[in-house]
């Protein structure tokens, strides 16, 4: 379970990142920015595991991370936006181009609902 | 030694996770995109299997694409670009042809490759590409015409489309990025629009391109665009 909420942690700061990223054209018009979201989740994952002292991150934070990490993502790109950007970013970088926004989206918003409650749920532990 | 076994799973899991997203499998999805590919589709004479139709005696090429979504809401300075090359996923229409095919079937049907432009040209934003005039237009299943390409475009600033074959062909396959129609002057697009200057768009930030979500159907859909040899 502490793998599993660091990777959901990484892809919340993941999808943040690549939003801010994708406000830039001349980036957003050369690099596929969708994979900046398993480069930070690997990341995130990579250097709390090698830390000395455990890092557990809580349900209850996981929580407020994906609330501020929405309401962020809202007032980066606004409502219209919001149902657009992140969905295009995933399945450039999944290159499942075919996919609608609106599949994309309900997926997204699943997993994320399903993710939070395992992590609120499941057991702290340090393993 | 724990830590290290643990970041290694992690690293399979992402992996396997991206890689099994790129094999294209069948979805359950309801867009018109996953309708599409579904079955063979058919639009006039273009089809899944035949993405490009050239007719000598129209003297036009017949390009199949797909709309992307992306761009009603993001502003872009590419109209088409083949889906497989680098700026696939950058353009207005996703197209179906590579521009490699797309060059000599404008060559087939007669049009003169201008050439004009290098791509230290791409830095100044002053050279206007040259070349053949091509009228462009679009249409799609249940459209019943061809509408301009202008017309599914949303401008900042409104100037009329004057579409030329560029060629740049060496560009093209040197730098692979797919472009087959760029809404300003370019170094590597096969035909690029002369109403601005070269890389225009980008360098002076001054107009924005998106697509029309009020004239273009929903994200998905398979369109014909229509590149015609003007008189």
């Known amino acids: ?127 | 030694m724990k830590k290290v076994l643990s970041l290694l799973l992690m690293l399979v899991f992402v992996m396997a996770v991206l890689a099994g997203c790129n094999s294209k499998t069948t979805s359950t999805s309801t867009t018109p995109a996953d309708a599409n590919a579904a079955a063979e589709f058919k639009l006039g004479d273009l089809s899944d299997s035949k993405p490009l139709v050239v007719n000598n005696e129209k003297k036009e090429v017949q390009y199949l694409a797909q709309v992307n979504g992306k761009y009603f809401t993001e502003s872009t300075r590419h109209g088409v670009v083949f889906k497989d090359g680098s700026n696939g996923e950058k353009a207005v229409l996703r197209g179906f042809a590579n521009q490699n095919d797309f060059y000599n079937a404008l060559i087939e049907i007669g049009a003169k490759p201008g050439n004009n432009i290098s791509l230290d040209d791409m830095k100044l934003a002053e050279e206007t590409v040259q070349g053949s005039k091509l009228n462009v237009f679009v249409t799609w299943e249940g459209l019943g015409k061809e509408i301009p390409f202008s017309d599914i475009l949303k401008a900042t600033e409104n100037r009329p489309m004057d579409v030329r074959f560029g060629g740049n062909l060496e560009n093209a396959t040197n730098l692979k990025t797919g472009c087959i129609l760029c809404l300003d002057s370019c170094a590597v697009g096969i035909t690029s629009n002369a109403a601005f200057k070269a890389n225009e768009i980008t360098t002076t930030k001054q107009v924005t391109i998106t697509g029309n979500g009020d004239v273009l159907p929903q994200d998905g859909t398979k369109v014909a665009v229509i590149f015609r040899l003007a008189e």
């Open chain 1, 1 to 127: 379970m502490r793998i599993f909420s660091l990777l959901y942690n990484g892809f919340i700061w993941g999808m943040l990142i690549a939003i801010m990223a994708f406000q830039n054209e001349w980036l957003e018009m050369r690099v596929n920015i969708g994979l900046i979201i398993p480069a930070v989740m690997f990341l995130v994952t990579a250097v709390v595991l090698l830390m000395k002292k455990p890092l557990n991150l809580s349900g209850r934070f996981t929580a407020v991370n994906l609330f501020v990490g929405v309401w962020a993502a809202f007032l980066i790109l606004g409502s219209k936006r919001l149902l657009v950007v992140p969905a295009a970013m995933i399945r450039e970088a999944i290159k499942m181009t075919d996919l609608g926004f609106s599949t994309i989206n309900l997926v997204l918003i699943i997993g994320l609902i399903a993710g939070l409650t395992a992590i609120w749920v499941g057991k702290p532990t340090n393993q």
